[in-house]
DNA sequence: AATATCATTATGTCTATACATAAGAGGATA
DNA sequence: TATCCTCTTATGTATAGACATAATGATATT
């Protein structure tokens, strides 16, 4: 028997997914209403819309109340980058981590970090820096403020065996951030941390965090020569 | 009137994450039911469902049937990383927008390539070379090539005035991409069109694109010294 | 003790219905 | 022509009820 089992909301997505890109439906083009879909499926409409969310979620297509829905002109292309902790990078890669503590000062914020932070005159912050080693290779230097006003246990922890990264996720596990990647040059400090020449071109990238609207903490992290970062969409 | 609106979905999954962020349900902890929550809230179990559906999706919490709802362990950050068109990112910057073809050329594809691109021996590629200019001012270098079975089209495509990327989303609007981000010297080729000193420090992108499990085209592009992404989540 | 069976339970999904809301279309008015 | 109004329409959301499904835990069997 070719007894079709019931249309199911996953089924509309994938076969709207497909005309769309059949171009049965071309860029910018009206789609049919969820009414018309529904009695096409013989689905309900609230399953049709379920469906249809989810490809405006994608950014496949655009919803409008009274328009109605369109295939997307510029499907927004968004990689989703998955942020892990240092420890996990390097054990993914089958390597031996070790973490090591190189300084760890409470000092008042430098002008540059206080605008980075939005942070007051004056602010205490928590400087630290740090080594990452891959099979005792260096994997990464890490140079991270945290503002002492938003995580006041900070001051008590040390650091000497457990990240900050990772002390933080536990502290602050829901917080917003803002990305930069950047390549540099390695200068003196770095050269010497991550065992390269001076000038080394290095793949660096800087988070600054925020719980609730309230700064957390700069990092600004320095992976070893010929580093590559991965992401997918 | 202390009279308040219905609750809604958007209300359930705010109160929801409210307390997982102010630890009233700690990682790892069990949520009520949906039977429960919805009862607490006075709303029906499907909108309750629909809320912690999209904190699940988020990765805030872990949802599996019969045994419930927990907060996440470690909560999966994931960052978005918006792809954008080169002109774009040019544009965004109040900067005016020149692309320039370099070198246009039909071949077989390099060894490297197949492997990377999954093609077979002897597969036909078009090889692009291409700039693009901010202000006149060197932007970013492109290095791409493109699976010719999978765009015969490409083939009329002249690439003089549109370049590939631009060209290619309007002929694969929808695809799937792997990306890699790395730091890397300046070679003879990428110092004289970047007209920056050779090894200077580059951030380069590589870009792999499907179709349908299809490889599409492989893109190596390479920034101006001192290149800046961002990203947030 | 190990394995198969079955009831239980929380989530996953669908449906029909209802009402809310944004926004386009047309007409009336100034 | 420009502005305001109402009507209409497609999406957005809520609901009660139903059944599906995965996973757990208890029970019975080997």
Redesign the pocket.
């Known amino acids: 028997m070719t007894e079709r089992a ?5 089924d509309v997505r994938d076969v709207v997914l497909e005309r769309i890109q059949n171009r049965v439906w071309s860029q910018g083009d009206l ?1 049919p ?3 018309e879909l529904a009695e096409e499926f013989g ?5 049709v ?2 469906a ?2 989810e490809l ?1 979620d994608r950014g496949i297509i655009d ?7 369109r295939v997307a002109v510029s499907p927004v292309k968004q990689a989703k980058l998955e942020i892990v902790l240092t420890r996990q990078l390097v054990e993914d890669r089958n390597a031996n981590y070790r973490y090591a503590l190189v300084e760890r000062k409470e000092e008042t914020a430098p002008g540059w970090l206080a605008s980075q932070l939005d942070l007051p005159m004056g602010a205490k912050v928590l400087h630290l820096r740090a080594m990452h080693y891959a099979d005792n290779q260096p994997f990464q230097y890490e140079d991270r403020w945290i503002n002492i006003a938003a995580v006041p246990k900070v001051v008590d922890a040390d650091f000497t065996t457990v990240g900050p990264n990772e002390w933080l996720l536990g502290e602050v596990p829901f917080s917003n951030a803002e990305l930069t990647f950047a390549a540099v040059p390695a200068d003196d400090e770095l050269s010497d941390y991550l065992a390269c020449a001076k000038a080394t071109p290095l793949f660096q990238m800087e988070r600054t965090t925020w719980f609730r609207s309230q700064p957390v903490t700069f990092v600004r992290m320095s992976f070893h020569p010929g580093y590559q970062m991965r992401s997918q969409y």
């Open positions: 019931k249309i199911g909301f996953q789609l209403t969820e009414q689905c309900a409409r609230a399953t819309n379920r249809l969310r405006a919803r409008k109340r009274k328009s109605g829905t």
